[in-house]
C-alpha cells in the first residue's frame, strides 16, 4: 500500500477563485504525476515532476501549475477556476514505473 | 501517435464466473505494463503487472497475459466476487514518457 494523500478530498469554490490542491507522499519517490479524470473516464496526465525542480507538462496542463520544491511534495495550483475545472484530480508517485495514487481530490466549480 | 485502448467499455459477469478484460497497446518499444482497479470514488489501485520478457503471470486470483505479436494485453479475474466490480485500467510504459492509460472497462458484477 503506498502512503500518498491528497487534501482536500472535496472542494466547492466558485469561478475565478485560485486554488491549490495538495498532494505529498513519504516514500522517498522521486517520480510525481497530476492527472485529471472525470468519473469512471480515462485518466488525462496534467503535470509530471522527475525530481525536486524539475517539472514538466501533459495533456491538460495550460490552466495550471505545478512546482516541486521537495521531494515529499507537489502541489496544483489552477490560478483561475472554471466550471469546465469540475472533475476529479489525482496524484501518484513513482520509484521507477509503477505509479501509486492517492484518493483523489474531487473539485467542484460553480 | 502511442495509445493504449481497451475493446470493451463494460463488461457483465455473473459472480463465481471467470472475467476476462481486454487491452490493446500500439507503442511495440513498450516493455512494462500494469494493470490498475479503481473503485468508486478511490484512486487506481494497482493489481498486477507484466514484462515484456514475460508472456503470463500470475497472482491471488488474476492473471495477466501478454502477446506481443498482436500487441494484446489481457486480465483474468478467477471465481469473479462483487468486490471485483470496478473499472479497470490498463497501462503501458513506453520507455521515455509516463505510463501511457487505456480508457478503462466497468466490470459489474451479478450476484
Known amino acids: 500500500e503506498a502512503d500518498i494523500y491528497q487534501t482536500p478530498r472535496y472542494l466547492v469554490i466558485g469561478t475565478g477563485k485560485k486554488i491549490t490542491l495538495e498532494c505529498s507522499q513519504t516514500m522517498g519517490h522521486d517520480k510525481m504525476y497530476w492527472y485529471q479524470q472525470d468519473p469512471g473516464m480515462e485518466l488525462h496526465l496534467i503535470h509530471y515532476s522527475y525530481g525536486v525542480n524539475s517539472t514538466e507538462k501533459g495533456d491538460l496542463s495550460s490552466e495550471s501549475t505545478v512546482s516541486r520544491i521537495r521531494t515529499e511534495h507537489f502541489p496544483l495550483t489552477l490560478e483561475s477556476a472554471r466550471p469546465s475545472h469540475t472533475s476529479q484530480y489525482l496524484c501518484?508517485?513513482?520509484?521507477?514505473?509503477?505509479?501509486?495514487f492517492g484518493p483523489g481530490t474531487r473539485l467542484t466549480v460553480l | 501517435g502511442e495509445s493504449v485502448g481497451l475493446h470493451l467499455p463494460t463488461l457483465s459477469v455473473q459472480e463465481g464466473d471467470n472475467s476476462i478484460i481486454n487491452c490493446a497497446y500500439s507503442?511495440?518499444?513498450?516493455?512494462?505494463f500494469i494493470w490498475y482497479k479503481q473503485e468508486s470514488g478511490k484512486g487506481p489501485q494497482f493489481i498486477i503487472d507484466i514484462r515484456s520478457n514475460m508472456d503470463k503471470r500470475q497472482g491471488q486470483r488474476v492473471t495477466v497475459l501478454l502477446n506481443k505479436t498482436v500487441k494484446h494485453l489481457s486480465l483474468q479475474i478467477a471465481a469473479t466476487q462483487p468486490g471485483d466490480s470496478a473499472v479497470y485500467f490498463c497501462a503501458e510504459n513506453p520507455g521515455n514518457t509516463p505510463l501511457v492509460f487505456g480508457k478503462g472497462t466497468r466490470l459489474s458484477v451479478i450476484a
Open positions: 507503442n511495440s518499444a513498450s516493455d512494462y
Open positions: 501518484a508517485s513513482s520509484r521507477a514505473d509503477t505509479q501509486y
